[in-house]
């Protein structure tokens, strides 16, 4: 089992930023893959990024391209999204993921763990 822990929501203004961190504990080994989701109200949970434990190679969905960018920390068993240029659209529940092995990491199917969730508001 993976524990993760979400933290940095919060509201923003337009063009803002804000950084999520997600801590992992439990049963990580270097095989592991973190990523972020998000769910916007009345939508499905969409990806957004993710990141290969070892190697630190990224995937990134198209709408959040050039504009978040997903980190880690691996003393610390952390995970960050930052968030710059946010829009109103980015409105959402972020949730963390982890897994192994993913088939397609931007399958919601493919991840096995998750966080609770932390709110990000984007309005002015």
């Known amino acids: 089992q993976v524990q993760l822990v979400e933290s940095g929501g919060g509201l923003v203004q337009p063009g803002g930023s804000l950084r999520l961190s997600c801590v992992a504990s439990g049963r990580t080994h270097s095989a592991l893959v973190m990523g972020w989701f998000r769910q916007a109200p009345g939508k499905e949970r969409e990806f957004v990024a993710s990141?290969?434990?070892?190697?630190?190679?990224?995937d990134y969905a198209d709408s959040v391209k050039g504009r978040f960018t997903i980190s880690k920390d691996n003393a610390k068993n952390t995970v960050f999204l930052q968030m710059n240029s946010l829009k109103p659209e980015d409105t959402a529940v972020y949730y963390c993921?982890?897994?192994?092995?993913?088939?397609?990491?931007?399958?919601?199917?493919?991840?096995?763990?998750w966080g609770q969730g932390t709110q990000v508001t984007v309005s002015s």
């Open positions: 993921a982890a897994t192994y092995y993913p088939s397609n990491v931007h399958y919601e199917t493919s991840w096995a763990y």
């Open positions: 990141i290969w434990w070892t190697g630190g190679a990224t």
